[in-house]
């Protein structure tokens, strides 16, 4: 991990990369440490896309930053973990939609109140203020695409 020292001499895009390993880091280690299933942060990421949802499995390809390879491997783990439901899709051979199942859902529900935790302590150092306009930098259209 990267000390604060170091991180004076990054530019924006190596500041971003870094803030955003170390509060993965910090998420993934609250989540072990309080469950004995394991969870990826790719697999948050699927799980993220799929809450409250029934997509196809090459929808999910379509709007995650995953291989579709990576994604079948992990969409597969995460149903051998109980996380996740395979479906046939309706009048369609090829197609399977997925689905988190009630443990999925409640993992995925408990992880975003470790996050949301981690939000508030990062709050309580340095400031709402400030974590509400970095909220709202991040959340704006920066017309880069």
Known sequence: MIRNSEL???DLIDLLSERHNL???VAERAWNEQSDIYISNSEWYIM???YKKRPTIS???KN???TRQAIHKFIKNMAAKGL????????NKKEKCV????????????NMELKAQLEAEIAETIGIDRVTTLKSILKSDWKIE
Request: hydrophobic share 35%; proline share 0%; with cysteine.
């Open 8 to 10: 004076q001499n990054l």
């Open 64 to 66: 995650v930053e995953i």
């Open 99 to 110: 689905q988190l199942t009630a443990l999925g859902e409640e993992c995925y529900e408990r």
């Open 84 to 91: 996740v439901d395979i479906q046939n899709v309706e009048n």
């Open 23 to 25: 509060v993965r880091k």
């Open 48 to 50: 993220a896309r799929i």
């Open 59 to 61: 929808d999910v390809t």
